[in-house]
Nanobody, 121 residues
Framework: QVHLVESGGGLVQAGGSLRLSCAASGSIFSINPMGWYRQAPGKQRELVATITSGGSTNYADSVKGRFTISRDNANNTVYLQMNSLKPEDTAVYYC???????????????WGQGTQVTVSS
């Protein structure tokens, strides 16, 4: 069994910062990639950023230059540092990871439970 547990969401004023964390636990053999998605009310879930085990990153155009994704491979944890937050960043943020478990032996996608980020104007 694999679990992704997120933390770090909350309420912040426009221009502020938040840092999200997501830790994966379970019988994990490897994780690649890890990433963050978000879903605002009435909108589809969208990619925010991803990072490979080798450190290669990919960002949505809307967050480039403001958000930074990083990961701690030893602890199966991914972070999202969000700076210069805007009201349009308000959404539920979901951690995603493609994980090969010891049991399965092949990659499966897993999602966290989501954490709310609200940016007030």
């Amino acid at each position: 069994q694999v679990h992704l547990v997120e933390s770090g969401g909350g309420l912040v004023q426009a221009g502020g910062s938040l840092r999200l964390s997501c830790a994966a636990s379970g019988s994990i053999f490897s994780i690649n990639p890890m990433g963050w998605y978000r879903q605002a009310p009435g909108k589809q879930r969208e990619l925010v950023a991803t990072i490979t085990s080798g450190g290669s990153t990919n960002y949505a155009d809307s967050v480039k230059g403001r958000f930074t994704i990083s990961r701690d491979n030893a602890n199966n944890t991914v972070y999202l540092q969000m700076n210069s937050l805007k009201p349009e960043d308000t959404a539920v943020y979901y951690c995603n990871a493609r994980i090969v478990t010891v049991v399965a032996g092949f990659p499966l996608g897993y999602w966290g439970q989501g954490t709310q980020v609200t940016v007030s104007s």
